[in-house]
């Protein structure tokens, strides 16, 4: 997620520092009265909108063109089984992990582990207070990993948000142990360039690298600067957690000029983000590929060499995408899914004006063998409910809901709600249940909504930012086969071979 007009400051560095941090543990079991997040990671809310836009909203509210605030809809092959709201930590819920009845969800503030073993009724089994956003996480084995692109003061889970001009500022990667899921151990930390604003797992059995991606927003990040067209690579010990380190920048864009390569943006490619990194990788370890969406680039990468991936294909929508955001792939590894995150995740972006081909998914059939493969447009897909100029929405975070033979994906569109959809047509995808929310309010534009919606093991799990933790379950016979599938982990990002 990008959010606009974000007051975040910070200093980028290359380099890697791996601490161990004393084992420190920052476990919340209840609301401690002294754990108060720190709010400079918190993006700004509550952005003002035009008189005509609250009327205009405050009329579809009357006529039942969209839910009411808060009310909560969805199609009849949805069902809502529960929300567990926040608790100790109050920031943005970010994205989602899983292991075995355990579910990791990412929280600007640290992140909380619930019990899932019975999905109508999720326990809380540990809450981390750890600010620096967007903490992203995901988990191997005992090891749980967790994004921090956010300028801190040091890498501890007692840090502040540093400005700018301090010269000691960190982010980067931490490393937890969740052996015991009542009481995670912070056992190391890893500095890369830029940060990790989001992270990809390549898991061996020794060892798990970690894919970083990071990028350079614009001209207040002096450390950051174009070129940084690659991405850090983390090789994490799993038998030496601590021993953690960047062992590479592959550049992804090489090019000649004070850019280097990737999409030129503005005023080349005006409303098209510059290429300076990734923002996501989805690794499909399976068939030794990935997908990177890359602000102004999409790629489809051979890791058949986890340390050295290679480009072997790229793409460029100078059209209707701003922001590439992130993949998923279908699991025959034909079709890849991009989304565009259209004005970041802090605008409302689902209505009329905007129309259905911009802030949408954009499906790419995936032709040729090999190191020849080629990504080749089919469609776009967008949710086809308007929402208001109140709401922030636009194509996020999702997941295959696998069924042999057909490609259906969960998607979460921030408060357009929960998306499923079929593109086993890539011409010609669809609908097929949905869930939603009414805006949280028809005065402001309030940054809230579905993050990350993720099927797992017979049910949806979405993390919302500002209403907690949902559990969804879907009713259809054309996802009914995925009932069958279970798993002992999953990290979207890190795709599964679900019929191996």
Request: net charge negative.
């Amino acid at each position: 997620m990008i959010l606009l007009n974000d007051p975040r400051t910070r200093r980028r560095r290359m380099g890697v520092a791996t601490v161990a941090a004393g084992l420190l543990a920052a476990l919340l079991t209840a609301v401690p009265a002294t754990a108060t997040p720190d709010p400079g990671d918190a993006p700004a809310t509550g952005k003002d909108v035009s008189t005509s836009a609250q009327a205009k909203a405050r009329a579809a509210v009357a006529s039942g063109e969209i839910p009411g605030q808060d009310e909560i809809v969805h199609s009849a092959n949805i069902e809502h089984l529960t929300n567990i709201p926040k608790d100790a930590l109050p920031g943005y819920n970010s994205d989602l992990a899983f292991q075995g009845r355990y579910a990791f969800a990412g929280n600007y503030d640290g992140f909380r582990i619930f019990d899932i073993s019975n999905p109508k009724s999720p326990k809380t089994v540990a809450q981390v207070l750890c600010p620096g956003s967007q903490n992203d996480v995901s988990v191997s084995g005992n090891l749980l990993f967790l994004s921090t692109d956010s300028s801190r003061s040091d890498s501890s889970c007692n840090s502040t948000t540093q400005p700018v001009t301090e010269k000691s500022s960190w982010e980067g990667m931490k490393v937890f142990d969740i052996s015991d899921k009542s009481n995670p151990k912070y056992v190391a930390a890893v500095e890369t360039a830029c940060g990790s604003h989001t992270h990809s797992l390549v898991p061996e059995r020794r060892d798990v690298y970690i894919y970083v991606s990071s990028y350079s927003p614009n001209a207040a990040y002096p450390d950051c600067q174009p070129p940084h067209d690659g991405i850090s690579v983390i090789k994490v010990p799993r038998n030496a957690p601590e021993k953690a380190a960047v062992v590479g920048f592959p550049v992804l864009f090489p090019g000649d000029g004070p850019d280097g390569g990737g999409n030129p943006g503005a005023p080349t490619n005006p409303g098209v983000s510059k290429t300076t990194g990734c923002h996501d990788i989805t690794a499909l370890p399976s068939q030794d590929l990935a997908a990177g969406a890359c602000m102004g680039d999409g790629i489809l990468l051979s890791i058949k060499d986890p340390e050295h991936p290679k480009v072997i294909d790229r793409v460029q929508d100078n059209v209707n995408f701003a922001f590439w955001h992130s993949a998923t792939f279908n699991q025959k590894a034909n079709k890849v899914v991009f989304t565009d995150e259209l004005g970041g995740g802090g605008a409302a972006t689902c209505n009329e004006a905007i129309g259905p081909d911009r802030g949408a998914d954009g499906i790419y059939d995936i032709v040729g063998k090999g190191d020849k493969r080629k990504l080749v447009f089919r469609n776009y897909y967008k949710i086809p409910r308007h929402q208001a100029d109140t709401e922030n929405c636009v194509a996020h975070n999702g997941s295959l809901i696998p069924v042999k033979g057909r490609d259906i994906m969960v998607q979460a569109w921030y408060q357009g709600g929960v998306s499923v959809w079929d593109f086993t047509d890539s011409a010609h995808p669809e609908e097929i249940g949905y869930f939603e929310r009414g805006p949280l309010t028809t005065d402001s534009l309030e940054i809230g909504g579905s993050w990350s919606a993720y099927y797992y093991n017979g049910y949806i799990y979405s993390n919302d930012i500002a209403k907690g933790f949902d559990v969804l379950k879907i009713g259809d016979r054309r996802t009914d086969p995925a009932k069958r599938i279970h798993l002992g982990e999953l990290n979207v990002q890190t795709q599964p071979d679900y019929f191996d």
